[in-house]
């Protein structure tokens, strides 16, 4: 008798279990990918950008002909970025979605990922050619700042202290 309420108790246990880790999964692909991600700034809209680098008319009619063909590229390739991570979650979903199947989704993703940060670096090549030194200080500054990095050309937490931190660390990498 005590061993059967003993399998119960397992079953549903391992139940539980199940169900957490499932709601968790779920849960975190229901997150749009900007959350998922992180908190990035907001673009910064043309006048704000023409206003911090005092960009004359040229230059304002040169950055009118690139960013149109830049903005549907990005537009494109992140549609694209949200069909497969939708893939990838419907392979995760499925009852016994091959590990290969799933790795090679993972490697789509990261092929579109890095398609996009080269259309970004593309575009921010040929939108500085167009600006004058002190143009080019400002914008490679406010690209910087907006990215999160600190003067020291160190990026993401913790930035200039150069040390990474566990759970439980303090500012100093100390408990």
Sequence with gaps: ?????????????????????????????????????????????????????????????????????????????????????QELFDLIKAESAPWSAIQAKVQEISARQGSLEEEMARFMLEFKKNLNPEQHAAFLNLVQTRLGCSPERACGPGSGDGRRRGPGMGPRGRP
């Design 1 to 85: 008798m005590k061993r059967d309420w003993l399998i119960y108790l397992v079953m549903f246990s391992l139940a539980l279990n199940l169900g957490t880790i499932g709601t968790i999964v779920y849960l975190r692909y229901q997150d749009p990918p900007q959350v998922a991600a992180g908190p990035s700034p907001p673009p910064l809209p043309p006048k704000s950008l023409w206003q911090e680098l005092k960009m004359d008319e040229s230059q304002r009619q040169a950055w009118r002909h690139l960013f149109p063909e830049h903005h549907q590229q990005v537009k494109a390739v992140r549609q694209e970025l949200a069909q497969k991570r």
